[in-house]
């Protein structure tokens, strides 16, 4: 930043503008009057941040600034955002954003306000790295499809979030970058491979964030972080490629993250769509944010899955936490019932292993190309490796399991409107470990089955939101799966709004450091 910038006082961007004559993504009746606007621009809620932009309220140079500072003090600590342009450029882009609005031009509800971009999608003048030193200073041509269609909305690309190498793990490190730290104790992991985005709408370096979800990786850092991820049915969000697998490779999605339920529609709403290039997305429209309606929890049935009658180990705590949070929401009327799927769980690990290596193994001209291969951590590589020459019956077992395990569910909803279960089966855990080797005595044999809790939503591609759970006696976040049938994204996300509205977690930010 230029020293003349530094000196700027963020109010003197203040105008006295009374209005504009927009046609706004956020009703005027939104907007802020100056007394109910925080203090601090960085705490605002995106859709408080975008009806204040709109009305002039604040300025985008303002709001750029006050994101900035933030981020250069708190991210050498949290490492959430890498690959950042320079901050001359990121004002310069402001004061457009703010001329824009001064000529009467409004790009969209994201006008003017800084996203940074998982570092697994591809955005136009930003480096891809794909949490890789092999891919170091990767420059795409052309953003990913909800990248674009989040640019259109006006939003302006600080840079990338970080995320373990091609998202492999739900621990945030690698060598291109090093480690993301959680908002609420930087001595501990963030969760992934969304722990970039998560942790930086934690930590308020970032009004929300895009992420993506293979393996639970909209939902383990929302909930080690405390905020909320929505991976969304499959096809929702459409992930068009101009070479490979359109039809087959259905295990990963993109979606959004926010600091509550209705930043976290909005963006969804901005995220998701039909597009003729990826011919499986879904052709039914996610309304706006103003369709949603908060539902009544009287009367709504909610199956606990928990550990699935003890097959899945957990840490102690975890179980209690979400069952006290279900307990919440039952004084309101909902009711919980236990619930099992009809389904055989260790064969549902074993169809999740065939599919995720026959995926991964799709990549075999990285692992082809020695120079690449020496940089490849050794997770990716088992993965990949996992999936060379399998066999055409295993995958065509697998696929038939996989239908089987969707069936189970789709019964399971005959009797319940949502399914419940942790995030995580451990709370957050050191950061300089690579991931848990064990679970209440159980050895973890894999570097990701300490999340195996995820894979069944995953799996049957059905919607899942996850919402916090609260915190164990050290501080820890925890969060809970609320899972619904397969296109009801909207009740799914609904239902996230009266859960927050009947609990507080969401009100209880971390106490940031800066330093470790």
């Known amino acids: 930043m ?111 306000m800084p996203h940074a971009v998982k570092d697994l999608a591809d955005a136009e003048g930003l480096e891809s790295s794909y949490g890789s030193t092999a891919f170091a200073g990767m420059m795409p041509t052309k953003d990913s499809l909800h990248i674009a269609r989040i640019r259109q909305q006006g939003a302006i690309f600080i840079g990338k979030t970080n995320t373990p190498e091609f998202g492999l793990g739900s621990h945030t490190y690698n060598r291109a970058f090093g480690t993301t730290r959680n908002a609420y104790n930087p001595d501990l992991a963030a969760g992934g491979s969304s722990g970039g985005a998560a942790v930086g709408i934690a930590t308020q370096m970032l009004p929300l964030a895009d992420g993506s979800d293979m393996m639970g990786s909209l939902r383990n850092p929302a909930a080690f972080n405390n905020i909320i991820g929505f991976r969304p049915s499959q096809g929702r969000v459409p992930s068009p490629t101009a070479a490979g697998d359109l039809y087959y490779d259905q295990l990963s999605s993109d979606g959004p993250m926010g600091r509550n339920a209705e930043d976290t529609i909005r963006l969804l709403h901005t995220m998701a769509g039909y597009d003729s290039r990826a011919p499986l997305s879904l052709k039914d429209k996610i309304p706006p944010y103003e369709a949603f309606q908060q539902p009544a929890l009287k009367g709504l049935r909610i199956g606990w899955m928990g550990d699935y009658e003890g097959y899945l180990p957990m840490e102690p705590g975890v179980l209690d936490l979400c069952q006290s949070a279900l307990t919440k929401i039952s004084y309101r009327g909902a009711i919980v019932e236990n619930c099992i799927p009809d389904y055989n769980m260790d064969q549902l690990w074993q169809t999740w292993l065939t599919l995720r290596h026959w995926s991964i193994g ?88 300490w999340m195996e809790v995820v894979i069944g939503g995953t799996l049957a591609g059905l919607p899942v939101v996850n919402v916090p759970a609260g915190f164990d006696q050290l501080g820890r976040p925890m969060g809970m799966q609320i899972i619904g049938p397969m296109g009801q994204d909207q009740q799914v996300l609904e239902f996230a709004m009266a859960y927050e509205a009947a609990t507080s977690y969401l009100n209880q930010p971390p106490k940031l450091k800066e330093r470790l």
């Open 2 to 112: 230029s020293e003349a910038n530094r000196g700027i006082n963020r109010r003197q961007f203040l105008t006295k503008t009374s209005g504009l004559s927009l046609a706004l993504a956020i009703p005027v009746s939104d907007t802020l009057s100056a007394k109910q606007l925080p203090s601090d621009i960085t705490q605002m809620s995106a859709t408080q941040l975008s009806a204040a932009i709109a009305g002039k309220q604040v300025r985008c140079v303002e709001v750029m600034q006050a994101y900035l500072e933030r981020i250069h003090r708190y991210n050498p600590v949290y490492n959430a955002i890498v690959s950042m342009l320079d901050d001359d450029q990121l004002m310069q882009q402001a004061q457009r954003a703010d001329k824009a609005l001064d000529r009467g031009e409004y790009w969209g509800w994201m006008h003017g």
């Open 362 to 449: 799709a990549e075999k001209a990285l692992y082809d190309n020695a120079e690449i291969r020496k940089q490849l951590k050794p997770e990716t590589i088992w993965e990949m490796e996992g999936g060379f020459d399998m066999p055409a019956a295993r995958i065509n077992k697998a696929a038939i399991d996989r239908a089987a395990w969707y069936r189970a569910l789709h019964r399971l909803f005959e009797n319940f409107d949502f399914l419940a279960l942790p995030t995580a089966q451990v709370f957050p855990f050191s950061a300089d470990i690579h991931w848990p080797k064990s679970i209440s005595g159980k050895t973890m044999d894999t570097y990701h089955r």
